[in-house]
């Protein structure tokens, strides 16, 4: 049994080839398809296309005009960072560096 379907999915974008990692300009090459279905099992898409009745799940999402992009990396997140950092303005204005403001945690 799979974990998860995600489907009625408005915008499915995918990358036009999954065989290999992409380079350069591939990188823009886009599938968009409309009406799609992601499949998750063990924590990993087992299926993502063209709309399916094929599978199910023990979960299930109606993604009804929504855009899912599964593919879609973003590798700069700082992890360190999260959560709020407005008050390091503050302290940057009274001449605090940012390794001090580093050690304050």
């Known amino acids: 049994m799979n974990d998860l379907i995600i489907q009625n999915i408005k915008e499915l ?8 990692p992409l380079k350069g ?8 398809i409309e009406n799609g279905t992601v499949v998750v ?3 990993k898409i087992v299926y ?3 709309h399916s009745d094929a599978y199910e799940a023990t979960e299930t999402i109606d993604a009804t005009d929504k855009v899912v992009s599964p593919a879609l990396v973003e ?8 959560g709020s950092r407005e008050h390091e303005m503050s ?3 009274q ?9 304050q945690g």
């Open 41 to 43: 099992k063990n924590g």
């Open 91 to 93: 302290l940057k204005r």
């Open 95 to 103: 001449g605090v560096s940012y390794l001090e403001i580093l050690e």
């Open 48 to 50: 993502a296309g063209e």
């Open 75 to 82: 590798a700069h997140t700082h992890l360190v960072h999260g």
């Open 13 to 20: 974008i995918l990358p036009k080839s999954t065989e290999r």
């Open 25 to 32: 300009k591939e990188l823009d090459e886009l599938n968009i």
